[in-house]
Structure formats: C-alpha cells, structure tokens
C-alpha cells in the first residue's frame, strides 16, 4: 500500500472554497477508488474510475463533488464550495487484481484530511 | 440496504492478551470479506476472505469466514502495543464494480 500516493496529506480551507484532492495509483495500477471517512465513522465509497472514465459514481454527493482520472497524470477529486460537513479524510484505493482467483484486492493511499474552517 | 457491523466497538487489553475481533454483514451478492489495520495512516490490508471454514494466518494474527452464520472473526495472539489500531472489516459484492461496504470499526488498544 506504500505505492499509492495522495497529496496533500492535510489540507484547510475556508467555507466556499474550493479543495482539490489528487491521488496517484500504485503503478500500473488503472483502478482507483475514493472513500470518505467521517469523524468517528467507517469508510464511505463515493466513486470508482478507470482511466478516463467513471464506472460507479452512486456514492458521490450529487451536488459540489466532482472527480476525474485523466489518461496521464493523478486521479483528481474535487470539492467546490466547500462546508464544514466535507470536513473528513479522504482516501484513495488501487486495484490489485489476484492472478487467478478472480477476487480484487484494493490498496489505500495514507488520505487528506480535509478542514473546512 | 447493505450493512457491515462489528463488534465490539472499542476494546482495551493487556499487552500478551488474546483477543477476537467480529464482523458480521447483511449483504445481497457476496463475494469475500476483506479486513484491515488502521492506525492514523492508510487501511493497511490484513486479509482477504472468500471460502467459508479455511483460516487465513499471518504471524499472530488469523482469520476465518462462516459464510452460514455470514461473519468473520480477527485473532491476534499474545497482543502487543503494536497492534493498537482500529480494526476494519469490509464486504466486497459481486457485480459492483469491487466497491467495498466497510463497517464502522473496532479501535483496540494494548496496555503494558
């Protein structure tokens, strides 16, 4: 799980404005995962992309959030118009697929974690 | 609506102690069962979990699923300040896009 990487590590920002989150899989990895974590709570999915398109959004708020995973360069998730309710960790996981077994293994990234002042 | 719950919530223990973390999930289209070690850093993989009965070791810590009672328990043997962390369980289902559903958390903590 040392190969996926986020950055930044702890971001603040003040009420309406914009936070962007970046994660960079483990290599060769085409898989990647966000999850939300909330003071006190379990990881929450929010949004599943391979490279250049989103598979599974269901778990992303409908409005401010937005997320991308471009052909070159890092997975981006988005929050525009931030409250303090996004304030959480964000984390970012890449797929391992087990040779053979048919099952998936995901890796996380060390998270943001994001304040909203 | 799919749920992943353990037990318990909290746990604190003496270093050299056993102790037996549970999962279990309320899900449609199971597929395996995944548990992680979080300490104020990423979700570090523990162990993957698909066929009912056959227990997963690594060092001190063991893993099983029964899929007929639908839960999985955590062992760590003779416990150390090391393995203070919050313990996830988390479900993957079939179908959806290798999304996991993870439960709330165990947070242990080993005294000397």
């Known amino acids: 799980n040392a190969g996926v990487m986020q950055n930044p590590r702890h971001l603040v920002r003040r009420r309406g404005q914009e936070a962007r989150l970046r994660c960079s899989p483990m290599k060769g990895h085409s898989h990647v995962y966000w999850y939300r974590q909330l003071p006190e709570e379990g990881l929450k999915f929010m949004v599943y992309l391979q490279k250049e398109n989103i598979i599974d959004e269901s778990g992303m708020p409908k409005e401010r959030f937005s997320a991308e995973f471009p052909k070159e360069g890092p997975s981006i998730l988005r929050i525009q118009q931030v409250v303090r309710g996004d304030s959480a960790a964000y984390f970012c996981?890449?797929?391992?697929?087990?040779?053979?077994?048919?099952?998936?293994?995901?890796?996380f990234g060390p998270g943001t974690r994001l304040t909203v002042l | 609506e799919d749920k992943v719950v353990q037990s318990p919530l909290s746990l604190v223990v003496h270093e050299g102690d056993t102790v037996t973390l549970n999962c279990s999930y309320e899900v449609t289209n199971f597929r395996s069962l995944l548990w992680y070690k979080q300490e104020k850093k990423a979700p570090t993989f523990l162990f993957m979990l698909?066929?009912?009965?056959i227990e997963k070791k690594s060092g001190r810590l063991s893993s099983i699923l029964d899929k007929k009672e639908l839960s999985s328990i955590l062992n760590i043997t003779a416990t150390q300040t090391g393995d203070s962390a919050i313990y996830l369980c988390?479900?993957?289902?079939?179908?959806?896009?290798?999304?996991?559903?993870f439960g709330t958390g165990t947070r242990l903590q080993v005294t000397l």
């Open positions: 988390a479900v993957l289902l079939t179908g959806t896009a290798s999304k996991l559903t």
């Open positions: 698909t066929s009912s009965g």
């Open positions: 996981a890449s797929l391992a697929r087990t040779r053979g077994k048919g099952t998936d293994t995901q890796y």
